[in-house]
């Protein structure tokens, strides 16, 4: 099933069907990489500046930006998302191909020139049940992800700055609600949507007339936004730099190879989602989780009940490496750990996998452990789904999402389930995860 359509479940009783956003599962490629044996030493087709890369899937464009630099004579590639820089340093040539690995993911650009300053090839992500490459092409020198030809004055443009109450809904019917919160400046558009599982990460684009486009890719999906916008009739003063106001989006969602859903989304500055600390529970009568996984490490295994974690405050992680929301929050725990360690805190990182092969997982969960210079313990927890994880912790209602975090007295005692997790790209929001998360650490520590 596509991204951010595969583990759809109604909660909460009114039906609201979460979306698990960015960190959940594309069908992607068992096929192993057929390039890349020979160090690359600088590439003839990776020449030094910005270029605008194009993935072609379900008849539609998804663009992104990057730089290639030179660093100690080899090349890196870095991605462009808002604010957002991925650098790419596993790049090595065979032949006139260049493979490049997108970081953690496991996953590849495999390109070769294509003329003066162009690039030809394919995204390639291995690590699935099936086949999956997209068509890839790029060109040196571009700087937008959209072209503005055609745009009317700015004064005609739409403003759609704020927040935006969303629908999404896929082929089958089945929706989930979600906030658009978007910046403005003129035509140009950042800004992402808020879930109760996650969110979209950092979107970029344009208002060009009447039609919205978002787009974004950091290396395991690609997102493309396009909207209608309707006109509420209100026109700003011509001193405005934008135009008019709308009421009303009406849209596509594309995403990567095959993933597609409708949203409509109507202004709201009230819009919010449900509580991320209500979406689950304990089962009733159950206060500890009772789990033992191997440890990423030969030959151990983890537990709450091991004597390292024994009168300390815990932070169970519940991640994959093959998710974009758990590296944002993993950005933020692996630095904040070693910071607030010697305070009486541990983590416990316990890492489900897109496959079944102990061995397999044991190498994506290192690679993203070195990668991220993450210091506390990480577990080989199962397989990359919803059912699994919420099998392999019984005394949890579920587990609605990935990431999701759960908070451990020092008596080893759940006091609370985080869902989802808002990253870097949603602004203020993430300030008020970073201070939540804080906040609650400080609470637990202090009893």
Same mark, same amino acid.
């Given at each position: 099933?596509?991204?951010?359509?595969?583990?759809?479940?109604?909660?909460?009783?009114?039906?609201?069907? +979460?979306?698990?956003?960015?960190?959940?599962?594309?069908?992607?490629?068992?096929?192993?990489?057929?390039?890349?044996?020979?160090?690359?030493?600088?590439?003839?087709?990776?020449?030094?500046?910005?270029?605008?890369?194009?993935?072609?899937?379900?008849?539609? &464009?998804?663009?992104?930006?990057?730089?290639?630099?030179?660093?100690?004579?080899?090349?890196?590639?870095?991605?462009?998302?808002?604010?957002?820089?991925?650098?790419?340093?596993?790049?090595? *040539?065979?032949?006139?191909?260049?493979?490049?690995?997108?970081?953690?993911? %496991?996953?590849?650009?495999?390109?070769?020139?294509?003329?003066?300053?162009?690039?030809? $090839?394919?995204?390639?992500?291995?690590? #699935?049940?099936?086949?999956?490459?997209?068509?890839?092409?790029?060109?040196?020198?571009?700087?937008?992800?959209?072209?503005?030809?055609?745009?009317?004055?700015?004064? *005609?443009?739409?403003?759609?700055?704020?927040?935006?109450?969303?629908?999404?809904?896929?082929?089958?019917? &089945?929706?989930?609600?979600?906030?658009?919160?978007?910046?403005?400046?003129?035509?140009?558009?950042?800004?992402?949507?808020?879930?109760?599982?996650? %969110?979209?990460?950092?979107?970029?684009?344009?208002?060009?007339?009447?039609?919205?486009?978002?787009?974004?890719? %950091?290396?395991?999906?690609?997102?493309?936004?396009?909207?209608?916008?309707?006109?509420?009739?209100?026109?700003?003063?011509?001193?405005?730099?934008?135009?008019?106001?709308?009421?009303?989006?009406?849209?596509?969602?594309?995403? $990567?190879?095959? #993933?597609?859903?409708?949203?409509?989304?109507?202004?709201?500055?009230?819009?919010?989602?449900?509580?991320?600390?209500?979406?689950? $529970?304990?089962?009733? $009568?159950?206060?500890?989780?009772?789990?033992?996984?191997?440890?990423?490490? &030969?030959?151990?295994?983890?537990?709450?009940?091991?004597?390292?974690?024994?009168?300390?405050?815990?932070?169970?992680?519940?991640?994959? *490496?093959?998710?974009?929301?758990?590296?944002?929050?993993?950005?933020?725990?692996?630095?904040?750990?070693?910071?607030?360690?010697?305070?009486?805190?541990?983590?416990?990182?316990?890492?489900?996998?897109?496959?079944?092969?102990?061995?397999?997982?044991?190498?994506?969960?290192?690679?993203?452990?070195?990668?991220?210079?993450?210091?506390? %313990?990480?577990?080989?927890?199962?397989?990359?789904?919803?059912?699994?994880?919420?099998?392999?912790?019984?005394?949890?209602?579920?587990?609605?999402?990935?990431?999701?975090?759960?908070?451990?007295?020092?008596?080893?005692?759940?006091?609370?389930?985080?869902?989802?997790?808002?990253?870097?790209?949603?602004?203020?929001?993430?300030?008020?995860?970073?201070?939540?998360?804080?906040?609650?650490?400080?609470? +637990?520590?202090?009893?």
């Amino acid at each position: 099933m596509p991204v951010a359509i595969e583990f759809r479940k109604a909660v909460l009783g009114a039906g609201l069907a +979460l979306a698990a956003v960015a960190c959940q599962s594309n069908s992607t490629s068992t096929e192993t990489p057929g390039v890349g044996a020979a160090e690359a030493s600088g590439s003839t087709a990776l020449t030094a500046g910005t270029w605008r890369g194009v993935l072609s899937a379900q008849g539609q &464009e998804i663009p992104f930006l990057f730089d290639v630099a030179q660093d100690g004579g080899k090349p890196t590639v870095t991605l462009r998302n808002g604010e957002e820089r991925l650098k790419l340093d596993e790049i090595s *040539s065979a032949g006139d191909s260049t493979t490049i690995r997108l970081g953690v993911f %496991d996953a590849a650009l495999v390109v070769r020139a294509d003329g003066a300053d162009k690039l030809k $090839g394919t995204w390639v992500k291995y690590d #699935g049940k099936e086949p999956y490459r997209v068509p890839f092409a790029a060109t040196k020198g571009e700087q937008q992800l959209f072209s503005l030809e055609g745009s009317k004055a700015p004064h *005609s443009s739409f403003k759609i700055a704020g927040n935006w109450a969303t629908t999404f809904q896929d082929a089958g019917g &089945e929706s989930y609600q979600a906030v658009g919160v978007f910046q403005q400046n003129k035509e140009m558009v950042s800004g992402t949507f808020l879930t109760s599982t996650g %969110d979209y990460r950092y979107l970029d684009g344009i208002v060009k007339n009447d039609t919205l486009r978002l787009s974004t890719f %950091d290396g395991s999906h690609a997102f493309l936004f396009v909207a209608k916008l309707i006109s509420s009739a209100k026109f700003l003063p011509p001193n405005n730099p934008y135009g008019f106001e709308p009421s009303k989006m009406v849209g596509d969602f594309y995403s $990567g190879k095959s #993933g597609h859903e409708t949203w409509t989304a109507m202004l709201d500055p009230n819009a919010k989602l449900p509580d991320a600390n209500a979406l689950t $529970g304990m089962k009733p $009568g159950q206060k500890k989780l009772a789990f033992k996984f191997p440890s990423i490490y &030969e030959g151990g295994s983890i537990s709450p009940s091991d004597p390292k974690y024994k009168g300390k405050v815990v932070v169970v992680q519940v991640l994959g *490496s093959w998710c974009p929301n758990c590296m944002d929050e993993t950005n933020f725990l692996a630095p904040w750990y070693e910071k607030n360690k010697q305070r009486g805190v541990e983590i416990i990182g316990l890492g489900y996998e897109r496959t079944t092969d102990q061995a397999v997982a044991t190498k994506k969960l290192l690679k993203m452990k070195e990668r991220m210079n993450i210091g506390y %313990d990480i577990a080989v927890a199962g397989e990359a789904n919803k059912d699994a994880a919420s099998k392999s912790l019984p005394q949890l209602q579920q587990v609605l999402a990935f990431p999701t975090t759960i908070f451990l007295d020092k008596k080893g005692e759940v006091r609370k389930i985080h869902t989802g997790y808002s990253g870097p790209g949603t602004g203020k929001y993430y300030e008020q995860e970073v201070a939540e998360f804080n906040k609650t650490i400080d609470q +637990l520590l202090a009893e």
